[in-house]
């Protein structure tokens, strides 16, 4: 479960995003659909990336 954690934060920080955007700019439908798709998706894979970096993981 250790290993997940930098994906899960990331994609909880992509999710609050994604609730951020959607809220500032009144997103409906399809576009509301992609943002809560694309954001949690990369925002986890952001910070995996970044966290597997700083330890030397590549």
Do not use: W
Not at 4 to 20: D, E, K, R, S, T
Not at 21 to 36: A, C, D, K, N, W
Request: hydrophobic fraction near 55%; glycine fraction near 10%.
């Amino acid at each position: 479960m250790k290993d997940y954690l930098p994906y899960l934060v990331g994609a909880l920080a992509g999710m609050l995003i994604a609730i951020l955007l959607s809220s500032l700019l009144t997103l409906t439908g399809t576009p509301q659909l992609i943002l809560f798709a694309l954001l949690p998706v990369v925002g986890g894979a952001v910070a995996e990336r970044v966290s597997q970096r700083r330890s030397g993981n590549f």
